[in-house]
Structure formats: structure tokens, C-alpha cells
Antibody, heavy 117, light 109 residues
């Protein structure tokens, strides 16, 4: 079955960097776009970034533009999110989710990123 | 930017009752671009409804979606204990391309 598994979360100081990974299985990874969506503790969902199936087109939320970079390695069925210049407001559970153009399905279980000194 | 406003913020009902959740958009959106998700504590969101009214694979038929233009509704016809969760609507637009409502918490009365 389709499965997405995030990893790489942890505690990082403000201004620091972290790279998240999302390992995909159960579908033809190289044929689908993938999103990152985050959820701050006790808050709602916020779309973060999207990368097209071929990695050519990438889109970002204004809140992370210039600081986060989405990428993928289709040979490894893996999606990445490089997060630089991290701030307290970036503290959240980060989910990857398979793209269906207008909606997301399924979602991974998420990985927690905590930005704190 | 299209803003989605969900109401009520919290809905208190008993198992067996009917739940009606609202999602209002700040601008007209295509029905194709509206989806609903369910999220239980400690779990990832799960797609329930896409295209405003189509049930995702494996979703029970007690869940239904409707609406058009700026007003959309998720209805749960007869609440089961496992339905108590937070529900989010989501739209596809232009900038930002995707946005979510703030959520409705469905709690047991």
C-alpha cells in the first residue's frame, strides 16, 4: 500500500538548520508531486511546499520562502526539506503528503521539529 | 488570498446524532478544489472528501459533502464513537496555492 515515512526531526537552536526526509513506497514515486504540510502544536494545518514529479517546479509558502528548499531523489524514492535560518514559529510537526493536484492523500505520520534555545 | 472560515469552532454532539460542519470561502472557488480531512489526536490527517462531494476510498457513506461557490458542508449522518475528531476543509487556489480552514472540533456531548 502507499506509504510515506518522515524522518529527521529534532531540536535545533534558532538560526540553525535541519533536513527532513520522506521515504515513499507502494507507488510510482517519480510520477507524483509531493507536498510538505506542517502543524504547530495545538494549531491547524499550514501548507509549506510542493515539488512536481520531475523536481523541476517548486512552490513555497511565503512564510518559508528563501529559507526552506524542497527537493527529491527519484532514484531513492525520497523527498527532502532543507530548513535553514529556523525560527521559533517553525516549531511544528511536518508531514509529507502525496499530491492529487487539488488535494493530499495519503499523509505520512509526521516528524516533530522544535526550534528552541 | 482565499481564506476558509469553518464553523462552529467546536461542536458537541452525542453518538447517533447528525453533524453538520460548515466551511465558508472568502471568494468563490470551484467545487473541484474543495476537500475535507479528519484528524484524530496524535495522527496524521486523513482525506475524507474531495471535489466537495466525492468520498475518498474506504470512507463510510455516513460522511457526505456538499456545497458550491463560497459555502460548503460536511455532514455526518449518524455519529459513531470513532468520528469524534477535528475536521479541516482545504482549498486549491492561486496564491498561496493551498490553504486550510482553522478546523472544527467534534466532541462527545
Amino acid at each position: 500500500q502507499v506509504q510515506l515515512v518522515e524522518s529527521g526531526g529534532g531540536v535545533v537552536q534558532p538560526g540553525g538548520s535541519l533536513r527532513l526526509s520522506c521515504a515513499a513506497s507502494g507507488f510510482n514515486f517519480s510520477s507524483y508531486g509531493i507536498h510538505w504540510v506542517r502543524q504547530a502544536p495545538g494549531k491547524g494545518l499550514e501548507w509549506v511546499a510542493f515539488i512536481r514529479y520531475d523536481g523541476i517546479n517548486k512552490y513555497y509558502a511565503d512564510s518559508v520562502k528563501g529559507r526552506f528548499t524542497i527537493s527529491r531523489d527519484n532514484s531513492k524514492n525520497t523527498l527532502y526539506l532543507q530548513m535553514n535560518s529556523l525560527r521559533g514559529e517553525d516549531t511544528a510537526v511536518y508531514y509529507c503528503a502525496k499530491d492529487w493536484i487539488w488535494w493530499f492523500d495519503p499523509w505520512g505520520q509526521g516528524t516533530l521539529v522544535t526550534v528552541s534555545s | 488570498e482565499i481564506v476558509l472560515t469553518q464553523s462552529p469552532g467546536t461542536l458537541s454532539l452525542s453518538p447517533g446524532e447528525r453533524a453538520t460542519l460548515s466551511c465558508r470561502a472568502s471568494q468563490i472557488i470551484s467545487s473541484s478544489y474543495l476537500a475535507w480531512y479528519q484528524q484524530k489526536p496524535g495522527q496524521a490527517p486523513r482525506l475524507l472528501i474531495y471535489g466537495a462531494s466525492s468520498r475518498a476510498t474506504g470512507i463510510p457513506d455516513r460522511f457526505s459533502g456538499s456545497g458550491s461557490g463560497t459555502d460548503f458542508t460536511l455532514t455526518i449522518s449518524r455519529l459513531e464513537p470513532e468520528d469524534f475528531a477535528v475536521y479541516y476543509c482545504q482549498q486549491y487556489g492561486s496564491s498561496p496555492p493551498y490553504s486550510f480552514g482553522q478546523g472544527t472540533k467534534l466532541e462527545i456531548k
